[in-house]
């Protein structure tokens, strides 16, 4: 069982950035592809970004591309997502996952993330 803890949210003026942390409870999390997800009130959760074991590939959203960033660290354990430039609409949970059966990878899905940690809020004010 693989545990994850968010951490680094917060409450920001729009135009802002911020830099949420995700930890990892063990090593083998470096095979694993990892992502952040998100989640506003009263709508679907959504994919933000995606990564890959190695790290070379990543996989970001329409709506995120060119402000956030992803990033990890397996020799800490540790996934990273860089937010710039961010907007009211950026508002939500985040969750940072792991998938450990070794599917495509994809902010598109979810449903292939088996491992989740409890979230971050984030808010971001106009």
């Known amino acids: 069982q693989e545990h994850l803890v968010e951490s680094g949210g917060g409450s920001v003026q729009a135009g802002g950035s911020l830099r949420l942390s995700c930890a990892a409870s063990s090593n083998i999390v470096g095979f694993y592809c990892m992502g952040w997800f998100r989640q506003a009130p009263g709508k679907e959760r959504e994919g933000v970004a995606t990564?890959?074991?190695?790290?070379?590939?990543?996989y970001l959203t329409d709506s995120v591309k060119g402000r956030f960033t992803i990033s990890r660290d397996n020799t800490k354990k540790m996934l990273y997502l860089q937010m710039n430039s961010l907007k009211p609409e950026d508002t939500a949970m985040y969750y940072c996952a792991a998938d450990g059966v070794g599917g495509s990878c994809s902010p598109l899905r979810d449903d292939e993330f088996d491992f989740w940690g409890q979230g971050t809020q984030v808010a971001v004010s106009s």
């Open positions: 990564i890959r074991p190695g790290g070379g590939s990543t």
